[in-house]
């Protein structure tokens, strides 16, 4: 059921309106990068403002795990939906609901619609657009033209917008001018998924440590030196944590290759296990980590450490059980593991990255110097 495109009726929008709204959010979208929420939150929020929606939501597909994230703007009134469909069960929603518009899609009475919708997921349909009301919604589909290799495929889909009129007036209905223009911000976002996708799987060959499958010291001080910009960009808060692998103690034997080869592994596990998807982390150095984490401030960030620092134990643990499962004559790393961490804060601590590194450095050295085995911060020292 597409939209009709023989009534033209330009209000309550008239073309300078729309080309003022058009603007704003293309210009909101000159920093967007589909790999932090909060740009795609950020925008999710002016589309449902400039075009006085009642609701605006984003459904971005997963680019390896078919996870499907989702981002909600409401009107101070209406009830929020998002929620319901992070379930497992609502992500397999999601997806089927991103498989249905093969064009811009009019939904007027859900009921009708439902019968589009696969058997099991029409009761959880309706349940959902219940919660989103009788307003009328329009799905406009992100659509990606098939590569060169792909031409004999179908269109894939980066995404799902899904946005509702603010009320049942005719007087505030959206006219063709604004759903024509809905659909070019579509397109516009359609071709940055695309072209960021593409950039990303190039970049990843020339930026990946081999060893730990993280970032490598060149890659990691490009993301993460623009992740400090975004969030300075939006005034965010953004804490890094410098993560530094304590060495033997004095009199101890050094480290075979195999040992450290262990320790690397227990640390990246250790990392990737405790991090979020949106964070960045980067091997800066032999045994040193650099992590990013993204609208975090400095006590949530220590939290973080705390949490690194005293999973090492069993991550050990761990890599000397898998070893010796798969009969491997590696040493177990006799003596305990342990990390000393620097955690800064942007803007507490810095506004750029090299000044926060600067900072991370000075802490981490004055955890080494107590020992290892700490957490130190400008605000607060942990042991």
């Not at 740009?39 to 009642?54: E, K, N, T």
């Not at 959206?174 to 190039?202: Q, Y």
């Not at 930026?207 to 005034?235: C, H, M, Q, W």
Request: charged fraction near 25%.
């Amino acid at each position: 059921m597409n939209y009709r495109t023989d009534e033209i009726d330009f209000s309550p929008f008239n073309a300078d309106e729309v080309l003022k709204a058009l603007c704003s959010v293309l210009r909101s979208s000159k920093h967007l990068s589909f790999g932090y929420a909060g740009d795609i939150q950020s925008l999710i929020d002016r589309i449902g403002r400039v075009f006085y929606a009642g609701r605006a939501m984003f459904f971005l597909a997963g680019k390896d795990d078919g996870k499907v994230e989702i981002f909600e703007y409401v009107k101070s009134g209406k009830q929020a939906v998002a929620p319901e469909l992070t379930s497992l069960f609502g992500q397999k929603l999601s997806r089927h609901l991103m498989t249905l518009p093969q064009d811009v899609t009019l939904v007027e009475d859900a009921n009708k619609f439902a019968e589009e919708v696969d058997d099991e997921y029409r009761e959880m349909f309706l349940k959902v657009m219940t919660a989103v009301g009788k307003e009328r919604v329009y799905l406009i589909p992100l659509k990606l033209r098939p590569s060169l290799s792909e031409a004999d495929k179908d269109e894939r889909l980066a995404g799902l917008l899904l946005l509702q009129e603010a009320d049942t007036s005719n007087s505030v209905k959206w006219n063709k001018l604004v759903v024509d223009t809905l659909v070019t911000i579509s397109d516009h976002l359609a071709k940055l998924f695309e072209v960021e996708t593409l950039r990303g799987r190039l970049e990843a060959h020339e930026s990946e440590d081999p060893t730990t499958g993280f970032l490598n010291r060149r890659g990691g001080v490009v993301a993460i030196t623009e992740e400090v910009e975004r969030a300075r960009y939006f005034k965010d808060k953004i804490s890094l944590l410098l993560i530094h692998v304590d060495g033997p103690k004095k009199g101890e034997p050094a480290r075979s290759v195999g040992q450290e080869k262990s320790v690397l592994s227990a640390v990246s596990s250790v990392v990737s296990t405790m991090t979020r998807p949106v964070d960045v982390i980067c091997r800066y150095g032999h045994e040193e980590f650099i992590v990013a984490l993204p609208r975090m401030d400095g006590a949530e960030a220590v939290k973080m450490a705390q949490v690194i620092r005293s999973s090492m134990g069993i991550a050990m643990l761990n890599e000397h059980a898998a070893a010796q499962s798969q009969a491997m004559t590696i040493e177990p790393v006799k003596s305990p593991c342990s990390l000393s961490i620097g955690v800064a804060t942007m803007p507490d601590d810095g506004t750029v990255f090299d000044e926060l590194l600067s900072i991370l450095n000075e802490l981490v050295a004055e955890a080494k110097d107590m020992g290892g085995n700490q957490i130190r911060s400008r605000a607060r020292s942990n042991n």
